[in-house]
């Protein structure tokens, strides 16, 4: 493996105290919606509203370097930005011109330069690189790196204690999956803590580049041109990396659609009280749709992040 | 004291491994937007989302009546429905008919019989009474009452352990305050376990009833006929046994507008990505307003729950 579990808990020993170790929440309303025991990772209330503040401190924290720079949605860009503020490196972030505008002003908030670029016709990639070649600056990058596989694993092996904690032997778990960091570095710390857990992928309709993939056994990219409400899942196909773990470790993937992302998202309003952002709602949709059958069965989710701007939030709400 | 630190104590051990030991919360950008410390207890992660369930099940675990009857406008209700449910009690619950849609459906969900009536022609203890006397129910009093005050402390007992665990003193802490249970068991805690601790009751106005009766030093109502967007807040004056205590406890009593309520509303969805209803706002609006001057300082804030239809919410967030 080309990324082990002991680098999770090492990233786990860098993150103690910096990272907050998110709640496992349960609800009465959702296990009999389900009939299931469903227990839901709440990412949304890490630092920066998602899990990849854990991977962005953990490389950076790792690495030291006298600058960083990222490409980035949004979530890893606060993630990110807030990492180096904490250990006072400069920052500079390259941001797609329609983010969600909580993601754009959340990481200028935290002191980070951010660079705009057009998503259609500019290369994220290439603006970073240039920006690292005249600066000087590490790029921090938003999967494919086993530093930060190791610090989102760290959501993996907090579930599987704190689930451990509270009596429940966890049977399956859905992560969402864009490059495929988040889950790879899940299932290296689920898989080893507890036997036997099947651990799937969900991603959105469209975007099911590593669903496909597992199934074909190699990478393949989506098709150029499909939409999303999942902003933070669009990446075009499964990192290196992250593939050569996924597909040592996963049990299958999973895809859903944007209606079901916005009834998950509803659904985690009403019975969690949690705001989660559009693709940190996926792998709660796989559940509540019986894409993964889950009656009987104790589960693990993990609601990813929770940065969604006001006005997508009211309407999907009034959607109902 | 009619109730005691000890009682508090009672309490959470009743409610061990049965209750949710919520998160607290923090939130670099409201940090610095405020320039405090600030600590948020994240109460609509609790069973039912909100705290009553504490002070319920604490009443009905100690009580253990054959069935049980409360009037409550939703809180309180879902409480006492999940308390009763877990303890194999019948439960019937008076409500207001116009309550919040989702505290109607939840209450019922949770296998309660729900008679409701009108909040301006009919008296809800009346009905209560009435049930009481038929079925042989016992009265699961909403807040002045020493078992449903020690429950609700156990929020106090909570913040003020999570605080000291991460190293925080807790200058001042601010709890909504309606009949006045929550804050009255909560200052107990606090005052026990915090010395120094400055706690300040929050009220919509118009319904500053204990703010005004703390200032008179005697019980005073509220003026019929006020409007607050906060439907759990609206007890007509102070409980005598809440206040008691909290005329002894308390350091102040604070009010805030629905328009202030709202912003709060909020800064907790964009911040800490959580759901708060308009009542359990309250003490995070008046730390955001500087009704109480937090700069500089460490503050606590009680957000009590997180029971508000999809409609109010969606509309709050649009009227940013």
Not at 226 to 240: H, I, K, T, V
């Given at each position: 493996?080309?990324?082990?579990?002991?680098?999770?808990?090492?990233?786990?020993?860098?993150?103690?105290?910096?990272?907050?170790?998110?709640?496992?929440?349960?609800?009465?309303?959702?296990?009999?919606?389900?009939?299931?025991?469903?227990?839901?990772?709440?990412?949304p209330?890490?630092?920066?509203?998602?899990?990849?503040?854990?991977?962005?401190?953990?490389?950076?924290?790792?690495?030291?370097?006298?600058?960083?720079?990222?490409?980035?949605?949004?979530?890893?860009?606060?993630?990110?930005?807030?990492?180096?503020?904490?250990?006072?490196?400069?920052?500079?972030?390259?941001?797609?011109?329609?983010?969600?505008?909580?993601?754009?002003?959340?990481?200028?908030?935290?002191?980070?330069?951010?660079i705009?670029?057009?998503?259609?016709?500019?290369?994220?990639?290439?603006?970073?690189?240039?920006?690292?070649?005249?600066?000087?600056?590490?790029?921090?990058?938003?999967?494919?790196?086993?530093?930060?596989?190791?610090?989102?694993?760290?959501?993996?092996?907090?579930?599987?204690?704190?689930?451990?904690a509270?009596?429940?032997?966890?049977?399956?778990?859905?992560?969402?999956?864009g490059?495929?960091?988040?889950?790879?570095?899940?299932?290296?710390?689920?898989?080893?803590?507890?036997?036997?857990?099947?651990?799937?992928?969900?991603?959105?309709?469209?975007?099911?580049?590593?669903?496909?993939?597992?199934?074909?056994?190699?990478?393949?990219?989506?098709?150029?041109?499909?939409?999303?409400?999942?902003?933070?899942?669009?990446?075009?196909?499964?990192?290196?990396?992250?593939?050569?773990?996924n597909?040592?470790?996963l049990?299958?993937?999973?895809?859903?659609?944007?209606?079901?992302?916005?009834?998950?998202?509803?659904?985690?309003?009403?019975?969690?009280?949690?705001?989660?952002?559009?693709?940190?709602?996926?792998?709660?949709?796989?559940?509540?749709?019986?894409?993964?059958?889950?009656?009987?069965?104790?589960?693990?989710?993990?609601?990813?992040?929770?940065?969604?701007?006001?006005?997508?939030?009211?309407?999907?709400l009034?959607?109902?």
């Amino acid at each position: 493996m080309p990324v082990q579990f002991a680098d999770v808990a090492a990233a786990a020993e860098r993150l103690r105290g910096v990272a907050t170790a998110t709640p496992l929440l349960e609800s009465d309303a959702l296990n009999e919606l389900t009939g299931a025991r469903i227990l839901v990772k709440a990412e949304p209330l890490q630092r920066t509203g998602s899990f990849k503040f854990r991977g962005a401190y953990n490389t950076v924290m790792a690495l030291r370097p006298r600058a960083v720079v990222a490409f980035s949605s949004g979530n890893h860009a606060q993630g990110v930005a807030l990492a180096a503020r904490l250990l006072d490196i400069p920052a500079t972030i390259v941001m797609p011109a329609d983010a969600p505008r909580t993601k754009l002003e959340g990481t200028r908030a935290l002191g980070a330069e951010v660079i705009t670029y057009d998503r259609r016709t500019e290369d994220r990639e290439a603006i970073g690189s240039e920006v690292a070649a005249r600066t000087g600056a590490t790029v921090i990058r938003p999967y494919d790196d086993p530093l930060i596989v190791a610090g989102q694993g760290t959501v993996g092996l907090e579930l599987a204690e704190q689930a451990a904690a509270r009596g429940a032997v966890l049977e399956a778990v859905t992560v969402c999956c864009g490059g495929g960091g988040l889950i790879a570095g899940c299932a290296l710390a689920l898989t080893h803590l507890v036997p036997g857990v099947a651990v799937h992928s969900v991603e959105p309709t469209g975007f099911d580049d590593t669903a496909r993939s597992l199934a074909a056994g190699r990478r393949l990219g989506n098709t150029p041109g499909a939409q999303s409400l999942c902003d933070a899942l669009l990446a075009p196909m499964p990192g290196e990396l992250t593939f050569a773990l996924n597909s040592r470790l996963l049990a299958g993937g999973l895809a859903v659609t944007d209606d079901e992302v916005a009834a998950a998202m509803r659904l985690a309003f009403r019975h969690l009280r949690l705001v989660v952002e559009p693709g940190g709602a996926v792998a709660l949709a796989a559940v509540l749709t019986g894409r993964l059958p889950v009656r009987g069965r104790t589960i693990g989710v993990v609601a990813s992040g929770g940065n969604v701007d006001a006005e997508l939030f009211a309407q999907v709400l009034a959607d109902a």
